[in-house]
């Protein structure tokens, strides 16, 4: 299992342009650029979206997603104004997907056959050192052996090996030495000194890298416990959360982390919390907590208590950027988020607001008339639904359905990628961009599309309240269902014929799409 790869598919809600220069350029104050080459994809659609803690969130950064057609001699170059440092971004194909942190200042290069291509070094240039070292062998586990024994001295006596082998590998390659006997011996030796050599670490990048190392033990820590509740022989046994397997968790042991962009780091700071919540249950006698009812805790009281947790043992940036995330992210989801932004101080809530107006602001006035959102025409139910169809009668159409609520997670970083599609496939194929939400969640479906530079497409909104069976011909799932997240493609032939779950339709042309398997 890859570190890396722990993250994704969801992501931030964005807005994107569909063209970028693919000449090099200049570092912006406070931004990154990443530039390459990939042999094997000549002319295909590339882009870079960021991928923040909380899957779907806004970029406290503002960043958009980006898109472009890589040259015929697969060429691409992205700038970002304003990095979100220590966040994820990704590049990706349609055939494969690249995981990288950035830091302001970042100049990567990558060269490589494809996104996919299985190599450690993929990049070059500064900034460049600590996506190698997340991609070494070591940084890779065995989870099978890991979480193979229930004893929680067993599972700590692994999980803190790891955790030592890896902080003594990466103070080997940030000393740069490649003779180190502790490089020397690896049976990778040759890609470390490799990444030594073209990738060498910086001082901030070292920093950053142990903070995930130590943080990996917390998070994983969690998923040991999670397989341990499903272990019949240890459903009443009292958690020790003074044994081995906790003492990362104490206060006086945890080091708090200088962001919590990296979903690594924040993946840790939750696990800490939720530990710390549980041994104070535990401790007060309200419960007993077993490793088979731990995931059945008390919710009561959990958020004001987090609040206090964090002001007491980590006040500051951490507090706010907690707190602040989670605020941005209920705001993005279209639920209230007042219980964490009044959790904020003064100071933080005017940093907070900075950042959020533009959606607050599409949120409360989306739908209004001169927006052209609230038009009864682009409300369907079933009749309305059938009406639209018969003005594409005779020509295929494709139709993108998807979810206002759980869109940054499931289409939003598409939008470039579908805008080009629209682009190159005019005249041959309409497209219409179908909604399926709750009515409750209207006012989210316009602030998606247009805080997503997405407006000039044609869009719908299907209420499920009242439309059950609608969609039936279009997909398996329930209309409901499209709420949990995700999105699903349908095309209609010129025949009539309905085609479902197409596979990856925006990044293919029109033509290729006739040759669907029958419906």
Sequence with gaps: MRTYLLFFVGLLLVSCQTTEDTTEKTVPAGG????????????????????????GNLDPSGYRTKGLRMGEDGHFSFTIDRVTDGQHYALRTENGFLDMVLFAGDDLRIVLDSLGQEKTNVATGRGAGKINFQRLEQMDYDSDRLFASANADIFATRADSIVDARLRLLEAVYAGDASDDLISRQDNARTIEELIA??????????YLEQVVRAWRLEVTKIWLAEASRNPELANQR???????????????YEAPDQLQDF??????????????????????ERSITYGNWQQRPWEGYGDWQTNFLKENLPGPIHSEYLGASARWYL???????????????????AFDAQVAEFTRLLEDGTRRENGFEADSLTLDKLAFRGLLTRYAG??????????????????????????????????????????????????WAARVMHGGWK???????????????????SPRDLANFCGGGATQAIV????????????????????LEHQEAP
């Design 332 to 350: 993005s989801m279209g639920i209230p988020n007042r219980a964490y932004y009044d959790r904020l101080s003064p100071e933080e809530q005017a």
């Design 456 to 474: 000039n497409s044609e869009h719908f909104f299907v209420p499920i309240e009242g439309n059950d069976g609608m969609l039936d011909a279009f």
């Design 198 to 207: 073209e990738s060498p670490l910086s001082e901030p990048e070292y920093d």
């Design 32 to 55: 990154a650029t990443v530039s390459g080459v990939l042999a094997d994809a000549p002319g295909e659609f590339i882009t870079l979206f960021a991928g923040p803690w909380l899957r």
């Design 493 to 512: 032939d010129a025949d009539g014929y309905i085609f479902r779950d197409i596979d990856a339709p925006f990044y293919k042309l029109a033509g290729s």
């Design 395 to 444: 020509e295929p159409l494709l139709i993108n359905f998807w979810s206002a609520q759980f869109a940054g997670s499931s289409i939003v970083d598409d939008i470039p990628l579908m805008k080009d599609f629209e682009q190159r496939n005019a005249g041959e194929i309409s497209v219409i961009n179908v909604c399926i939400d709750s009515l409750k969640h209207k006012d989210l």
């Design 264 to 285: 690594s780091l924040a993946n840790g700071l939750q696990a800490l919390l939720q530990v710390q919540y549980l041994k104070k249950v535990a401790q007060s006698g």
């Design 239 to 253: 958690i020790d959360f003074a044994g081995e397997a906790f003492a990362p968790f104490r206060t006086d042991r």
